[in-house]
């Protein structure tokens, strides 16, 4: 990591060991900066206050290294963002001003992205932090995650019958509070389709009748005027001396004819007029016709526009036209049938919750006898990791149990609640010693004991977490002697499968790993400046002397920081 303009730290570069890296400095150093630094890299809240004072803004900068199929790679590459010869390139920039942006391979990503990675890459540790496991919802989490498969494959059953479970009574709760309101709207169907079968209306009827009205409204005139313009065409029988359009088109026709066969183009226009006579002839044969046919009938007017106004109350209420009336009558019949099947669904639906509570049942007490059986597993490979942590007589216990519930599912011949998890609550006891009473670790660890069980819970997780980090932030505080080398020890064997990454006060604990990093900081005029040293060698039997005595030139406590470095190279 780069740290630039963060707190107390101007410009510092921090690499971390592959193993165990240990952080160590003078209270007030600015070693709780580089935890922090990582924890912004990871999603951590932006608060203004940490950039430093005179600085715009406070940038971290982080080069992690991680196989391309890794979980945390393949999300930042799903958002846009590109590995850097098998590295992710991320980066956290907060402004004086409280704006926070975060860059991940290259690409600008919003800052829930490095929270989602992070799930992915560390695991952290701290005073706070560690609070987070003494939670019973995570403490089941943590059993699921070390039982494997013998807990997933049941889990992962039992989820599906869950949600199939919620889908099916979600669906039924509203099939059975909705029933007034669908039997409300199935009888407004069942009139509406009633009033159009009375009717029984045609499509297209709507447009055929009102052309027949205009037609009987308007008889007598179309009756004259079909009169009139056949008399202009074929004459008027009852005057023989009056002109028509035949009989003086026919007069043409003779004219030419008698001398077409003197030029060719009059008799073009003869055989044209010859045309004209016979469309004229035509014509006044179908007005004849038409005059005759013409129904004048009253009655017939009536019944028409008796049959617009019944339809026309079906356009009112059902559609714009006949065709949209019969439109809404087949829709009408489709939803009525799914409405009036509603009690059959019901019906369905009520046996298959009942079913699939049977199965949950079962699936739920599967998945408890998995987990009762891991948590044995775990309660015991905890208690052997306290015995190695200057804790002999502790003893760990993993509670197991369901709360009662009239409502829920029956699981040993009881009704208890469940959920998307399972019916389980899952609770680590702590015994701190022979004859104290099991209890939740939050109650019955102190500050050292409680930093201890978590360190000995994260060991037994080492072969099953597929977390590669760990980060711990002064966990060992409260922890001293004997213990303390433990505490370095076990960190060092969990280093063997992670990378561990320690801020310590603690030489018994620095000792054990395979990089120290000091934190310094040094006071020019008014401004206060932070470095981070890769301590090797006489360095570092420098730091920890100041660490055991307070006093780096001291003979005695040199020689007591050689003997631990020593000793720990012993054990690896």
Same mark, same amino acid.
């Given at each position: 990591?780069?740290?630039?303009?963060?707190?107390?730290?101007?410009?510092?570069?921090?690499?971390?060991?592959?193993?165990?890296?240990?952080?160590? $400095?003078?209270?007030?150093?600015?070693?709780?900066?580089? %935890?922090?630094?990582?924890?912004?890299?990871?999603?951590?809240?932006?608060?203004?206050?940490?950039?430093?004072?005179?600085?715009?803004?406070?940038?971290?900068?982080?080069?992690?290294?991680?196989?391309?199929?890794?979980?945390?790679?393949?999300?930042?590459?799903?958002? $846009?963002?590109?590995?850097?010869?098998?590295?992710?390139?991320?980066?956290?920039?907060?402004?004086?001003?409280?704006?926070?942006?975060?860059?991940?391979?290259?690409?600008?990503?919003?800052?829930?992205?490095?929270? =989602?990675?992070?799930?992915?890459?560390?695991?952290?540790?701290?005073?706070?932090?560690?609070?987070?496991?003494?939670?019973?919802?995570?403490?089941?989490?943590?059993?699921? !995650?070390?039982?494997?498969?013998? %807990?997933?494959?049941?889990?992962?059953?039992?989820?599906?019958?869950?949600?199939?479970?919620?889908?099916?009574?979600?669906?039924?709760?509203?099939?059975?509070?909705?029933?007034? /309101?669908?039997?409300?709207?199935?009888?407004?169907?069942?009139?509406?389709?009633?009033?159009?079968?009375?009717?029984?209306?045609?499509?297209?009827?709507?447009?055929?009748?009102?052309?027949?009205?205009?037609?009987?409204?308007?008889?007598?005139?179309?009756?004259?005027?079909?009169?009139?313009?056949?008399?202009?065409?074929?004459?008027?029988? =009852?005057?023989?001396?009056?002109?028509?359009?035949?009989?003086?088109?026919?007069?043409?026709?003779?004219?030419?004819?008698?001398?077409?066969?003197?030029?060719?183009?009059?008799?073009?226009?003869?055989?044209?007029?010859?045309?004209?006579?016979?469309?004229?002839?035509?014509?006044?044969?179908?007005?004849?016709?038409?005059?005759?046919?013409?129904?004048?009938?009253?009655?017939?007017?009536?019944?028409?526009? =008796?049959?617009?106004?019944?339809?026309?109350?079906?356009?009112?209420?059902?559609?714009?036209? &006949?065709?949209?009336?019969?439109?809404?009558?087949? /829709?009408?019949?489709?939803?009525?049938?799914?409405?009036?099947?509603?009690?059959?669904?019901?019906?369905?639906?009520?046996?298959?919750?009942?079913?699939?509570?049977?199965?949950?049942?079962?699936?739920?007490?599967?998945?408890?006898?998995?987990?009762?059986?891991?948590? =044995?597993?775990?309660?015991?490979?905890?208690?052997?990791?306290?015995?190695?942590?200057?804790?002999?007589?502790?003893?760990?216990?993993?509670?197991?149990?369901?709360?009662?519930?009239?409502? $829920?599912?029956?699981?040993?011949?009881?009704?208890?609640?469940?959920?998307?998890?399972?019916?389980?609550?899952?609770?680590?006891?702590?015994?701190?010693?022979?004859?104290?009473?099991? !209890?939740?670790?939050?109650?019955?660890?102190?500050?050292?004991?409680?930093?201890?069980?978590?360190?000995? %819970? /994260?060991?037994?997780?080492?072969?099953?977490?597929?977390?590669?980090?760990?980060?711990?932030?002064? &966990?060992?505080?409260?922890?001293?002697?004997?213990?303390?080398?433990?505490?370095?020890?076990?960190?060092?064997?969990?280093?063997?499968?992670?990378? %561990?990454?320690?801020?310590?006060?603690?030489?018994?604990?620095?000792?054990?790993?395979?990089?120290?990093?000091?934190?310094?900081?040094?006071?020019?005029?008014?401004?206060?400046?932070?470095?981070?040293?890769?301590?090797?060698?006489?360095? !570092?039997?420098?730091?920890?002397?100041?660490?055991?005595?307070?006093? /780096?030139?001291?003979?005695?406590?040199?020689?007591?920081?050689?003997?631990?470095?020593?000793?720990?190279?012993?054990?690896?």
């Amino acid at each position: 990591m780069r740290i630039r303009s963060l707190g107390v730290i101007d410009d510092a570069v921090v690499e971390l060991s592959p193993g165990f890296t240990a952080v160590t $400095g003078e209270t007030g150093a600015g070693k709780t900066m580089v %935890v922090t630094s990582l924890g912004l890299l990871l999603g951590g809240r932006a608060d203004p206050a940490l950039v430093r004072i005179g600085a715009k803004a406070a940038v971290v900068e982080g080069r992690i290294t991680m196989p391309a199929d890794a979980p945390a790679a393949v999300r930042a590459q799903e958002a $846009g963002a590109e590995l850097d010869d098998g590295a992710l390139l991320v980066s956290r920039t907060i402004s004086a001003e409280g704006r926070s942006r975060a860059h991940v391979g290259g690409r600008s990503v919003p800052v829930g992205l490095l929270a =989602e990675l992070a799930d992915d890459l560390v695991a952290v540790h701290g005073q706070t932090d560690q609070q987070g496991l003494l939670r019973p919802a995570r403490q089941r989490q943590a059993l699921d !995650r070390y039982a494997g498969d013998a %807990v997933a494959v049941p889990h992962a059953k039992y989820a599906a019958a869950y949600r199939r479970l919620r889908k099916v009574a979600v669906e039924l709760d509203e099939l059975t509070t909705r029933a007034r /309101e669908r039997a409300q709207e199935a009888d407004l169907l069942r009139f509406g389709l009633d009033e159009i079968a009375a009717v029984e209306p045609r499509a297209g009827e709507d447009v055929e009748l009102a052309a027949e009205a205009e037609r009987l409204g308007h008889a007598e005139a179309l009756a004259s005027a079909a009169s009139v313009a056949h008399a202009a065409l074929a004459g008027n029988p =009852e005057d023989p001396e009056s002109l028509d359009a035949s009989t003086l088109v026919a007069g043409a026709h003779r004219a030419l004819d008698a001398v077409r066969a003197h030029d060719p183009a009059l008799a073009v226009l003869a055989e044209r007029i010859g045309e004209i006579g016979i469309l004229l002839g035509d014509v006044a044969g179908e007005l004849a016709g038409y005059a005759d046919n013409l129904d004048a009938d009253p009655l017939r007017l009536a019944a028409v526009e =008796e049959r617009r106004a019944a339809l026309t109350q079906l356009t009112r209420k059902y559609g714009e036209d &006949v065709g949209a009336v019969l439109a809404w009558a087949e /829709e009408g019949v489709a939803r009525l049938t799914e409405l009036e099947g509603d009690d059959d669904r019901i019906g369905e639906l009520t046996a298959e919750r009942d079913a699939l509570r049977d199965e949950l049942a079962g699936l739920a007490q599967a998945l408890t006898d998995a987990r009762t059986e891991a948590a =044995e597993r775990f309660a015991d490979a905890v208690t052997g990791e306290l015995a190695s942590l200057a804790m002999p007589h502790a003893r760990v216990t993993i509670d197991v149990r369901q709360t009662e519930d009239p409502d $829920g599912v029956e699981v040993g011949g009881r009704l208890v609640a469940y959920g998307a998890s399972g019916v389980d609550e899952v609770e680590l006891l702590l015994a701190p010693h022979p004859g104290a009473q099991a !209890r939740p670790i939050a109650k019955s660890a102190s500050g050292g004991e409680l930093s201890r069980v978590m360190l000995a %819970v /994260e060991v037994v997780f080492a072969g099953s977490d597929p977390v590669p980090t760990y980060l711990f932030d002064e &966990v060992d505080a409260g922890v001293g002697g004997k213990a303390a080398v433990e505490v370095g020890r076990r960190l060092a064997k969990l280093a063997k499968s992670a990378q %561990v990454v320690v801020v310590t006060h603690l030489p018994q604990v620095a000792a054990f790993a395979d990089r120290q990093l000091l934190v310094e900081k040094t006071v020019d005029g008014a401004v206060t400046r932070s470095g981070v040293t890769v301590l090797e060698g006489e360095d !570092r039997v420098r730091e920890l002397s100041r660490m055991l005595a307070g006093q /780096e030139d001291s003979e005695t406590a040199r020689a007591h920081a050689e003997e631990l470095l020593a000793a720990a190279r012993s054990d690896a």
